[in-house]
């Protein structure tokens, strides 16, 4: 299993990190030890600036490979939503030296996902409203047509690069409003008036 995450897929995002609109998404991977498997969170101690990005995150339910986006419906069933853990220190020396992200992005629990799956069939991707609130207070809310890339254009484009299988997550990008975690943080996320996620922070 392989997490695929989408980079700068919501305008305000990208501008509230100074990054240009892409023109091609942007992806990257955390390997399946970047699973955060409980609901607490140990705030690592290689980072002074541990960002959270709520994100929707949808589940690869049949293997394929150069997937076309009016095809790409048929490899997903579920929606879910996530934290992309980042730690934005790590980050932005890696991108001032041109080097890859992975020890900001793919380091172990850097992925929480919801255990709680929404069908499609009934939640479509773009209507799907999702917020996420640190201590009570909302910080980050979106609705799926806001993605620059949809789900079908994302998958198309990754598939032309890697083989999604069956269990394989995407990650597909978070809204504005990031910011930094410290311990003691409760971070909640909600898909659609459903409490998905209840991270602690410790
Ligand atoms: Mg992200």
New binding site residues.
Partial sequence: MKII?I?RNYAEHAAEMNAELPTVPVFFLKPDTALLRENTFYLPDFTQDLHY?C?LVVKINKMGKHIMPEFASNYYSHVSLGI?F?ARDLQNECKSKGLPWEIAKAFDNSAVVSDQWLPVQDFPIANLLFSFFQNGELKQEARGHQMLFSLDQLIAFVSKFITLKTGDLI?T??PSGVGPVAIGDTLLGVLEGREMFKISVK
């Fill in positions: 995450c980079g990005e994100e992309d980042t990650f990008g978070t």
